[in-house]
């Protein structure tokens, strides 16, 4: 029945390492996007596909990588983890990224710790 | 990007109490949203607005969408213990593709 999941809900790594974090979605929806919330709670979005193609890029380390096999899963690989990408990550998807009716569904987040 | 400002920053209040909440804009929105994030979890939509002067309610929840398109209000009514959480008002400018647009989130804290 879950709408937006996340796998893992939370991964504890060391600094260097590579790691994934996979998103699928049952809503059917064509656009799916990555958020980064910091320690301050500040939401922040860093990519969006809209039927496997990328249409937003924000400012993001190229240390991370998004890749969309399909409508409904967008993965989040990170390369060369730091400490400074410690934080929870939550994946959201939408029916559309012009539509007006746009809105956002999240997943339950996964949290990142970075030692 | 551009960050809402949203306040108030936290709010405690007495079980039973009004909430109020807004959020403000210098560029005008296309669509504003409103979520609560409880510990732990992410954000759960609570009210979605896309006409400017949209009064919407969802059960004790009601928001509004500004005239001016550049402010955003939800209210809560009569709170409950289980209204404890972050609550993030959400914006949509024109052309956005989807890229949206968050407050730095308003705590509310019921007691007893």
């Known amino acids: 029945d879950t709408a937006v999941s996340q796998t893992p809900k939370y991964l504890v790594t060391q600094m260097g390492n590579d790691k994934s974090i996979k998103c699928e979605q049952n809503?059917?929806?064509?656009?799916m996007y990555w958020y980064k919330q910091d320690s301050k709670k500040f939401l922040k979005i860093m990519f969006s596909?809209?039927?496997?193609?990328?249409?937003i890029n924000e400012t993001v380390p190229n240390r991370f990588s998004p890749k969309s096999p399909d409508k409904a899963h967008l993965n989040l690989h990170i390369n060369s983890l730091e400490l400074g990408d410690s934080a929870v990550y939550f994946c959201a998807s939408s029916h559309g990224h012009r539509l007006t009716y746009n809105e956002q569904f999240f997943g339950p987040g996964t949290r990142l710790t970075v030692l | 990007g551009q960050q809402l400002n949203q306040s108030p920053q936290s709010m405690f209040i007495q079980e039973g109490e009004d909430v109020s909440m807004n959020c403000t804009s210098s560029?005008?929105?296309?669509?504003w949203l409103w979520y609560k994030q409880d510990p732990g979890e992410g954000p759960v939509l609570l009210i979605a607005?896309?006409?400017?002067?949209e009064l919407t309610s969802n059960g004790r929840l009601t928001a509004q969408f500004g005239i001016t398109r550049k402010d955003s209000f939800l209210n809560i009514s009569a709170s409950i213990p289980s209204d404890v959480g972050i609550y993030f008002c959400?914006?949509?400018?024109?052309?956005?593709?989807?890229?949206?647009?968050f407050g730095a989130g308003t705590q509310v804290v019921v007691t007893p």
């Open positions: 809503l059917g929806h064509d656009t």
């Open positions: 607005l896309y006409k400017a002067g």
């Open positions: 959400a914006g949509l400018p024109l052309d956005s593709w989807g890229k949206l647009q």
């Open positions: 596909y809209n039927n496997k193609e990328l249409i």
């Open positions: 560029s005008i929105f296309n669509t």
